[in-house]
């Protein structure tokens, strides 16, 4: 069979055809007596297998390696064609869903339309420092949907602050999408989610991090109750006690708990709380030492009769550290009279 009706019947061009025959890729096997190429059903055949491997993606040299290699395995290639096609998809998702938040954004003229493809691109590199620019730069004209989806994608601490901190200052606030990745099976982007949270203003940002407090992740829930204690939001106070009691973030915990205190509806509930860890008999000597310290942050003498208690513990350590707190609290004491009676 000649190359033109080879053409015609492949579907594939005759200069196509010419190219697999210079790459040595389909060689006819034969010529006619006036020197034109001729096809045998067996080139015919393999010119359907380049195409068929063509169709999955391949590289012309990579077919070639692939139909001559004797100890080629189709697994090998298969998987390593579904990975990239995996990675593909994902980038046309991230940049499909960043299209439509331009789209969203509604950009009045075309020069707007360029700022928000520039910053597309740069949140797209590969660079960090790229990124971190971009978003520098850019954050001004950046709608904020734009900003929480690169938030909750970004793994660079650098450009992730960056984006937390234009994103507080997004107008729109983009609460609700950074609150959606409250939702992912992925810790880490619960709290990458949960850190943009805590920075961003309002009651639904607040109200986002009350959800965070029931997540099964430590390094999830503890954050989003340090956020909530610092925006004095009751809520958050059991979860304040179990980062004392658990050791991580414990003088933050303390130390909110303590200003939590100060107000007299809630000062008796923190104590009875911090009371109840300390007498679990399951309670470790390391997480009531961490308990009895964290009662020097409860305001006035709310602590005093609980230190009193815990100066005759039985674990010696506790005792000290309560006995010399019982001290200083005392010795605050006395000077506050001190004071009352030069007045």
């Not at 994103?167 to 609460?175: C, H, S």
């Not at 619960?190 to 607040?206: H, I």
């Amino acid at each position: 069979m000649l190359i033109g009706e080879v053409a015609r019947r492949s579907g594939v061009s005759a200069r196509m055809l010419r190219h697999y025959d210079t790459l040595g890729l389909v060689r006819p096997t034969g010529r006619t007596v006036g020197g034109f190429r001729e096809y045998t059903p067996e080139n015919i055949r393999r010119i359907f297998h380049v195409e068929g491997l063509r169709s999955l993606g391949l590289s012309l040299r990579e077919i070639g390696r692939t139909l001559d290699d004797p100890g080629f395995t189709p697994a090998a290639l298969v998987g390593d064609l579904i990975r990239r096609t995996e990675e593909r998809l994902h980038r046309e998702r991230e940049l499909l869903d960043r299209l439509r938040t331009v789209d969203a954004a509604g950009p009045a003229d075309w020069p707007e339309v360029a700022r928000l493809i520039e910053l597309l691109h740069g949140l797209g590199s590969g660079s960090a420092a790229r990124r971190q620019q971009a978003v520098l730069t850019e954050h001004e004209s950046a709608p904020a949907e734009l900003l929480a989806e690169a938030v909750l994608n970004e793994s660079d601490p650098h450009v992730a602050g960056a984006l937390r901190w234009a994103l507080a200052r997004a107008a729109g606030g983009g609460v609700a999408r950074v609150a959606s990745g409250l939702a992912s099976g992925d810790a880490e982007v619960r709290r990458r989610a949960v850190r943009a949270l805590a920075e961003m203003p309002g009651d639904e940002a607040g109200a986002a991090l009350v959800g965070a407090l029931a997540d099964a992740e430590p390094t999830v829930r503890g954050p989003a109750a340090l956020a909530l204690g610092a925006r004095g939001d009751t809520r958050a106070v059991p979860t304040l006690v179990g980062l004392v009691v658990d050791g991580p973030n414990d003088v933050e915990a303390a130390e909110l708990l303590g200003t939590l205190a100060e107000d007299p509806a809630w000062a008796e509930r923190i104590m009875t709380a911090l009371a109840d860890e300390l007498a679990d008999p399951e309670a470790d000597p390391a997480a009531r030492m961490r308990l009895a310290q964290a009662l020097a942050e409860m305001p006035g003498t709310l602590a005093a009769d609980t230190l009193r208690r815990l100066s005759r513990d039985d674990d010696r350590p506790v005792a000290l550290v309560a006995s010399a707190l019982l001290a200083v609290l005392d010795g605050r004491e006395g000077d506050a009279r001190d004071r009352r009676g030069a007045t």
